[in-house]
């Protein structure tokens, strides 16, 4: 059985950073590529930042403007999402999600087989 288990989230106030973790099991981690999501109350779920299976690669959604930045550490299995300058834009549930193929990378969340249940980050102004 697959799991992705998410943390780190909370309330914070604009200017502020938070960086969430996400530990994976019962996959081979290292082969797979990893990304964060949000999803905001009435919106469509949105593609945050994604990374390769070996880390070499990484991509960002324009919105993310060189604040967050996404890491993974394959000995633990986990990846995180570095977060700064949050607004309140930034609003909403963020969920993890590992990789459909091995050794693929993708913006699209139908790439992504396995998902986390999802940590709320909410920004006040």
């Known amino acids: 059985q697959v799991t992705l288990v998410e943390s780190g989230g909370g309330l914070v106030q604009a200017g502020d950073s938070l960086t969430l973790a996400c530990i994976t099991s019962?996959?081979?981690?290292?082969?797979?590529?990893l990304a964060w999501f949000r999803q905001a109350p009435g919106k469509e779920r949105e593609f945050v930042a994604g990374i390769g299976w070996s880390g070499g690669r990484t991509q960002y959604s324009d919105f993310v403007q060189d604040r967050f930045t996404i890491a993974r550490d394959n000995a633990k299995s986990m990846v995180f999402l570095i977060m700064n300058n949050l607004g309140p834009e930034d609003t909403a549930v963020y969920s993890c999600?590992?990789?459909?193929?091995?050794?693929?990378?993708?913006?699209?969340?139908?790439?992504?087989?396995?998902w986390g249940q999802g940590t709320q980050v909410t920004v006040s102004s």
């Open positions: 999600a590992l990789g459909r193929a091995e050794y693929g990378f993708g913006l699209a969340s139908d790439e992504y087989e396995y």
């Open positions: 019962g996959r081979v981690f290292t082969r797979y590529a």
